[in-house]
């Protein structure tokens, strides 16, 4: 009998959809394992099962009957618990504090050691050896990620719902949390299991759905796929007359990296990009794509070598970037981009201010480089005085990829390209890539979309735990390939 | 063009208290009452101004009373030391100038040292130096008051008391500093970088601006411009005390709210700052001149403004979200 289950769901934002027609049974004692390339919709699809969104089609079932959860708290009162990833806690409270957090023990005063003994019982069924009375400050990522999962054990669960649950844990933690799933499941929990890790899908899971684009394409019992053909389910689609043909890079180098590291993010990345290439930076979110960019642009602290058309430069502060002819288009548009309360004109002219004037600030040139922008890139707006953040998603893309090209650098970093916005502007902007690399600019897309990727670059590069982990030419440039770099999946890889 | 309620606001708040005083007081119109309101709304005003930018870049500075006090203490200690080498002229006057003004750039340096590069939060740095002001102009002072000599105050008298007309040289310098710190927020490239920051500032970084630069500079203006003030200040009564400039921080903050610029930064107003301050100063004018009510509750109608103030902006901003 399924405790709960997903039927003909589907959800839009705005005008973008994102899950269509998905079904999906969760049955007690069984591990259903999700898998998808980052942007399918797992996340959508938790967030609905766990009652933090609500879908805009189909209906969710529990125990056969239909069901709307008013919110997080709600499924939660029902038996469906969400194992978060570790970043939830609160950070100033204890351990124990945050295990009972909401529905804390003792009536006026707190029973502060019952919940510290409940909390170490947890914790030691979990096999790992945290004072329950640490602060969440105080402890390392993955004792954060085991006091998330004793949290949610903690919670009477008929159905659990794990969102990369190991990506941070080491082999003995990883241990102990496949040795509570086991537990769970023979005592009759429904899980549903979210990882970018094959590896443990196959050993762990009873049945497998895989997602791509936000539908289902693919239903697996155990034993019927294997990791390669779970990476194959998860990629393979042609989409290639999306994408502006391919360029002919030059064989000069316009930028040389060597050794790049970032401490703790990145570790001796080197590359070199020609001119007029596209170079495509793949991985999993966390690989260190952006860090890379980020130190290579001055914006994190960064050691190694740069070479820009052969000269060695010192890139210490965006600034220094900007004098080396290079820039970078951040992949957090409305936290890093683009001031959302401002006017177009104050956001395309914010990097290069000092071109519009030495003393007074030239309204008209600005104004006169907005009219060229909007031409060039065709922003649509409906008056230049509206605040960047009521544009559209597309239109503030195409700002932001206005102001980057305000300094007229030579080498572009474009972090994300195209993040939520509508399949007709992704068309725009792919040709403007490749129209920048025609005119003998240099680019670097990094991209979750492996399609946008494979579709875009001359060449890729594909990074994984902060190291440069393989390099992918012509043929070669398959989402089998990639994803096979990007998990460090061993196995016949082309 | 659309009329901005943010600047309208303000403004139509200050013609109906202007009118209100004449209608309740004929002698608030005169020009001897006129002077004496613009003339006390100076020193606060050129403080405001200053304030207005550390504002719109996101800071806060609680110290600029006391730091007008301590500035005031020094400059006269100085005046008196060199009173009996340089004499009594204009020369130690300027002495007494140079000490306040560079002591109001050393403790803007200060506060925004610790808050850019040690990186403490403003309001404590600011809470902190307030209280060290404060405490070392009392013990300058010795718990008393610090006198100007009777010869250099009457030589330096007529730079409160003095001017062009009935226009006294405070309100001429207040006036100078608006129309500077207009221009500079609204035209120059820093104005600009300033509201970049108090938005958000994470964007302005990624838009290679030097935010610690721009912020440093908001404090080191603002204690530029506190030294100004209390250049001004000195003569009018020739003495400071560990009670000079009490509250002056909070009317300069009330003030900078109420012209409309935002208290989370981003949106800065020094046009409405000016005509904060003249708000603030005529209620406390018209209740002295009036018999309406009792001027000790002059603190309350003030009080009541400011929130009101800020409630009707946030009307206007929800109304802008719809």
Redesign the interface.
Known sequence: MTILALKNVSKSFGPIQVLHDVDLALEPGEVHALIGENGAGKSTIMKILGGFLDPTGGEILLDGRPVRFASGPDAEARGIVVIHQEFNLAPDLTVAANVFLGRELGGLRLDHRAMRDQTAALLDRLDTRIDPGTPIRDLSVPDRQMVEIAKALSRKARVLIMDEPSAVLTHREVGALYAQIDRLRSEGVAILYCSHRLDEVAHLADRITVLRDGRVVRRALRGELTEDGMATAMVGRELQDFYPPKGNPRDEAALEVRGLTVPGRVHGASFTLRKGEVLGIAGLVGSGRTELAEGLVG?RTATGEIRVDGKPVAIR???D??AAGLA?L?E?RK????????GLR?NLT??T??RF?N???DTRAEDAALDRATADFDIRAKSRDMAAGKLSGGNQQKLLLA?TMLPDPRIIIIDEPTRGIDVGTKQQIYAFIRKLADEGRSIIVISSEMAEVIGLSDRILVMREGRIAGEVAGAQMTEDTIVRLAMGVTGNAA | MKLDLHILGPLVALIALIILGALLNPAFLAPANITNVLARSAFIGIIAVGMTFVITAGGLDLSVGSMAAFLAGIAIIAMNAALPGVGENWGTILLGVGVAILGGVVAGLLNGLLITQARIEPFIVTLGTMGIFRSLTTWLADGGTLSLEYGLRTLYRPVYYGGIGWITWPIIAFALVAILGEWVMR???FG??V??IG??D?????????VNRVKLMTYVGLGLLVGIATVLYVPRLGSASGGTGILWELEAIAAVIIGGTALKG??GRVWGTVVGVLILSMIDNILNLADLVSPYLNGAIQGVIIVLAVVLQREKRAADER
């Open positions: 914006l502060h965006l600034r970037a900007f970078y951040t957090d936290e890093a981009g683009l001031l959302l309360d401002k104050e914010l990097a201010l000092e004037g003393l007074r600030v102001k | 035209h120059s490239r600009r970088h509201e970049a938005s958000n994470r964007v302005a970084r990624y838009s290679a601006i030097d981003g949106r």
